[in-house]
């Protein structure tokens, strides 16, 4: 009968995946926190939306040498109310890629811990990474194409009663980011790593 000694990590690598992980924990709970207060921001009294508007020079600028032009694109607008599915959307907007980095962050944090067991690879771990994955992607894109039609309804809304509105705002703006296609892609890449990782160990344990 043989055996193998348990691999193990040193006091000071453990040390410094304790303080990743907890760092993990603590990005994951301040994401939770920007949940509900734009919840609060939004579905509250006087809510304040950032809105796309048709711009003009800044003329304080106009002075400085170094400056060629100056101008603006976009203007936080104060409103009485808003339309409850333009609340939703501009809620989800801020909650989608809050949710992605909570689940980055528990990972994270699930990684750091088998980590200093020194047990990483496991087949759930490359599920939840897969799944999170999935989420960045979705929760990234979605939240700005979310944000995208609520401002385009919500200047649909004030037309109706206003229409010089559409003067001022535009109607439909989509400044699409792909950062988070790219990033969950590089955490599918690693999730497919740790599926080979778990399957290489089980078979060096195989052979023991």
Do not use: K
């Amino acid at each position: 009968m043989s055996s193998t000694a348990r691999p193990h990590v040193s006091l000071g690598e453990g040390f410094s995946l304790g303080i990743i992980a907890t760092g993990a924990i603590s990005v994951a709970v301040a994401a939770l926190v920007a949940i509900v207060r734009g919840a609060s921001a939004i579905f509250g009294s006087a809510p304040t939306v950032r809105m796309p508007v048709a711009g003009g020079d800044v003329p304080e600028l106009s002075g400085v040498p170094e400056i060629t032009a100056a101008t603006y694109a976009s203007a936080d607008v104060t409103f009485s109310a808003l339309p409850g599915a333009v609340s939703w959307m501009l809620w989800m907007e801020l909650a989608l890629p809050a949710l992605a980095t909570i689940g980055v962050c528990i990972v994270a944090w699930w990684l750091g811990v088998s980590l200093m067991r020194a047990r990483p690879f496991r087949r759930a771990m490359s599920t939840a990474i897969g799944v999170v994955a999935v989420l960045v992607m979705v929760g990234g894109v979605l939240g700005q194409v979310l944000g995208a039609f609520g401002r385009a309804f919500l200047v649909d809304a004030l037309a109706a009663t206003s229409p010089e509105v559409t003067d001022v705002f535009g109607t439909f703006l989509l400044e699409l980011n792909l950062a988070p296609v790219g990033w969950g892609f590089a955490l599918a890449l690693v999730a497919g790593s740790f599926a080979i990782g778990a399957r290489l160990q089980r078979d060096t344990e195989g052979l023991v």
